[in-house]
T-cell receptor
């Protein structure tokens, strides 16, 4: 089935450093979403991207929708300990055979050392 | 607005039993999607319901089923449980392309 390749799989960084992670797909998506999941909880939506080339920020988070519609990246600036968690990208092609279906990347595990 | 709620949060069942999980979406959201999350397979789409109709289904066996009620609340059922069904089951509600997840139900099959 459709796969999203997310990298890196894990990151160990010092507090204050910037973080970058990305997702690539073999097929296009109409929407890219980025989520964060903490232990014992469901994923929380961080940023939604709707247009190719779109660059969107949410506080210290910035994400971009690739112009080919097959990739997206997420940057976190000046990381803090509470940024720890698993970050997932997800692609959505709402409608038709894709109703309600998000395709997820494998996740990036982020560890921040104080 | 209240978020997506799921009950129960934790469940332990024995092989061969069946289980029903419940999801209440955000008020005004008519679409509910279900996902299975495991360490090996990640987040996998189970099915989606909109206005009491299943519009989409993932690649899971027929033991996995669901339904949606007129108030948009949804349930999923797994019959004849197998050890491999142990997972975190997540539901998500949406009004548009953005999906909002509940905390999940942790199912352990022994």
């Amino acid at each position: 089935g459709q796969q999203l390749n997310q990298s890196p799989q894990s990151m160990f960084i010092q507090e204050g450093e910037d973080v970058s992670m990305n997702c690539t797909s073999s097929s296009i998506f109409n929407t890219w979403l980025w989520y964060k999941q903490e232990p014992g909880e469901g994923p929380v939506l961080l940023i939604a991207l709707y247009k190719a080339g779109e660059l969107t920020s949410n506080g210290r988070l910035t994400a971009q929708f690739g112009i080919t519609r097959k990739d997206s990246f997420l940057n976190i600036s000046a990381s803090i300990p509470s940024d720890v968690g698993i970050y997932f990208c997800a692609g959505n092609n709402a409608g038709g055979t894709s109703y309600g279906k998000l395709t997820f990347g494998q996740g990036t595990i982020l560890t921040v050392h104080p | 607005k209240a978020g997506v709620t799921q009950t129960p949060r934790y469940l332990i069942k024995t092989r061969g039993q069946q289980v029903t999980l419940s999801c209440s979406p955000i008020s005004g959201h008519r679409s509910v999607s279900w996902y299975q999350q495991t360490p090996g397979q990640g987040l996998q789409f189970l099915f989606e319901y909109f206005s009491e109709t299943q519009r989409n289904k993932g690649n899971f066996p027929g033991r996995f089923s669901g339904r949606q009620f007129s108030n948009s609340r949804s349930e999923m059922n797994v019959s004849t449980l197998e050890l491999g069904d142990s997972a975190l089951y997540l539901c998500a509600s949406s009004f548009s392309d953005e999906q909002y997840f509940g905390p999940g139900t942790r199912l352990t099959v022994t």
